[in-house]
């Protein structure tokens, strides 16, 4: 009985942080710098979609999920703003350098540059 509560307890335990990126949990992400693209969720106020630049590989029609960031549960991360998802990363060691901003019509699309502590 024991053996049997052991296994899924353990298998849980493993996915418990999974957030990824394209597949790749943020704890084992080989990449100093990361570039968090924020964008304004629709017409709400509260909401930021954050889009995560490390330099991978990005497909034409799959451009958006593979920056995208996953919870444990597979649904796609969003932030109250980009303090928040500054503070999320905070977290898993990176740190801020630096921001930008660019408007596109309309739209402000906001980009941080995170690096990751030694």
């Known amino acids: 009985m ?8 353990f298998f849980l335990a493993q996915f418990a942080n999974a957030q990824t990126i394209d597949g790749i949990s943020l704890d084992s992400l080989d990449a ?6 924020g964008i304004q969720k629709g017409l709400s106020f509260n ?5 995560v ?13 593979s920056m995208r960031l996953f ?3 597979g ?3 969003v932030f109250n ?13 990176y740190q801020f350098v630096d921001s930008y901003l660019i408007n596109t019509m309309g739209q402000n ?9 030694d």
Do not use: C
């Not at 100093?32 to 693209?37: A, H, Q, R, V």
């Not at 630049?53 to 999920?65: A, C, M, S, T, V």
């Not at 703003?81 to 060691?93: D, R, T, V």
């Open 47 to 51: 909401e930021i979609k954050v889009n």
């Open 75 to 77: 649904n796609i991360v």
């Open 53 to 65: 630049d490390y330099g991978q590989k990005r497909e034409f029609l799959n451009e958006k999920i």
């Open 2 to 9: 024991i053996k049997k509560l052991m296994i899924p307890v």
């Open 109 to 117: 699309v906001y980009h941080w540059i995170l690096m990751k502590s």
């Open 81 to 93: 703003s980009m303090i928040g998802a500054l503070n999320y990363f905070e977290k898993y060691g």
């Open 71 to 73: 919870d444990e549960t």
């Open 32 to 37: 100093k710098y990361i570039s968090l693209i």
